[in-house]
Structure formats: structure tokens, C-alpha cells
């Protein structure tokens, strides 16, 4: 595992035998324990593309997503409105594969460096865009700056 995170794929620490399953579980816990949860036990995430440094997406994990995130290389988040995990991509196909986890200098946000997949270019967004953040300020009001690259009626069956 790098200083920014483990690499897509990494599993978490653990070596095979009893002693050393417990020995890595508790590395999970230290470095999990590290992250300054709110008091829902949430942190916020951005989600920014590798290559671009778009900002694709925010979105809120729980430990478990974290933890899951670090084991799979793939992006897990904690859906408020559900009240559980969010595989993202699970309904859309627009997995996030996480290259990267980086916490920042408060130890409460967290930022995942990934490359969007199940469309060219990526889809992020649950309106069919490249990034959630797709409208733009100007002049006292909002404007839309990003075209809509898939219909979501077609996305979510």
C-alpha cells in the first residue's frame, strides 16, 4: 500500500494464517481510526478523475465503505437516503475504479483518484454528465457548461 492509498485491487492486510488475519485486522482498524468521522460515523468524498483532475462527484462514506473501498479498488460510498452501501455503479454500470485514497490535512475528507468506467468519456453523474458539477455561476445565476452524454431513462432500468 502507498502513502496515498492502497492500489486498485490492494486487499486488506492479512497473511493467511489465524495470528496474522487478527494481526491485520488490526492495521485496518488503526488506519480507519485515523479518519475524523461526523457524528453519523460519515466523512465526505470527492471523487476526482486520474489524468483529468476533473472533479467528478461528492458522496459520503461510512467505515465500512472506506474499508471496502480500500479491499475492492473499487468505489463504495454510504447512500444517506438508503441508509446502506452504495456500490457505485451497481444500477448505471459507471464503476469507479479507485487508483488512489488520500485523506486531507483535518484527517475528515477524503479523496479518491479514479477512472470512471461503463461509458466513453466517463459518467458520473446520476443526470447522464461527466461530473456532477456541471453547472457554473455566472452573472447572479446558474448556467449548465456540460451536455447530458447519456439519458438517464436509458441508464436506470
Known amino acids: 500500500m502507498s502513502a ?17 488475519e487478527v ?20 466523512v465526505p468524498v470527492i471523487a476526482q478523475e486520474q489524468g483529468s483532475n476533473d472533479v467528478l462527484m461528492f458522496a459520503w462514506m461510512n467505515r465500512e465503505a472506506l474499508q471496502k473501498t480500500a479491499e475492492l ?15 457505485k455503479g451497481e444500477e448505471s ?4 475504479t479507485v487508483h488512489e485514497i488520500r485523506l486531507d490535512c ?9 477512472t470512471q468506467l461503463g461509458h466513453a468519456p466517463g459518467i458520473a453523474c446520476h443526470t447522464g454528465r461527466h461530473s456532477c458539477f456541471f453547472s457554473l455561476y455566472e452573472d447572479g445565476a446558474w448556467r449548465v457548461v456540460e451536455p447530458v452524454l447519456k439519458d438517464p ?3 436506470y432500468k
Open 93 to 96: 454500470g459507471h464503476v469507479q
Open 106 to 114: 483535518d484527517n475528515d475528507v477524503i479523496l479518491l483518484k479514479v
Open 153 to 155: 431513462e436509458t441508464i
Open 23 to 42: 494481526a491485520g485486522m488490526g492495521a485496518v482498524v488503526r488506519w480507519l481510526d485515523e479518519v475524523k468521522w461526523d457524528a453519523q460515523g460519515l
Open 4 to 20: 496515498a492509498g492502497p492500489s486498485p485491487g490492494a486487499k486488506a492486510p492479512s497473511g493467511g494464517s489465524a495470528a496474522n
Open 73 to 87: 479498488g473499487r468505489a463504495v460510498y454510504f447512500s444517506r437516503s438508503r441508509g446502506k452501501l452504495w456500490f
